[in-house]
């Protein structure tokens, strides 16, 4: 049975979860339970699970179309996927997890 780590995400990962978060409760759009859920936990910097990192990895894998959005990345008026992007932890979301899932892939 493969060892669980412990995946604390870095304060980078969780300020971005929070920025989404506000984002969404001002905007009234962007993301799903799912992705509200996680931002949560990573916002107050749970320890996650192998599969929670995995997940993460293949979320950002499929939603990297999201950034050619128009308003993507726009605090003003951001896209849906934006905001979306950023409950998931935004690009420091992506780097952690891929980072992570390489190694418990090796």
Do not use: C, I, Q
Not at 24 to 41: C, L, M
Not at 69 to 79: C, I, L, M, R, V
Not at 88 to 106: M, V
């Amino acid at each position: 049975m493969a060892k669980t780590t412990d995946h604390v995400p870095p304060k980078a990962v969780a300020d971005a979860a929070e920025k989404g978060l506000d984002l969404r409760a001002k905007f009234k759009r962007g993301g799903t339970d799912v992705g509200v859920a996680r931002a949560r936990d990573l916002k107050n910097r749970k320890s996650l699970s192998d599969d929670t990192v995995k997940r993460m990895a293949s979320y950002f894998a499929r939603h990297k179309v999201d950034k050619r959005a128009k308003n993507f990345g726009d605090d003003d008026n951001p896209s849906a996927g934006y905001v979306a992007w950023l409950l998931w932890g935004g690009e420091a979301g992506k780097d952690w997890a891929e980072k992570e899932k390489k190694a418990l892939d090796a």
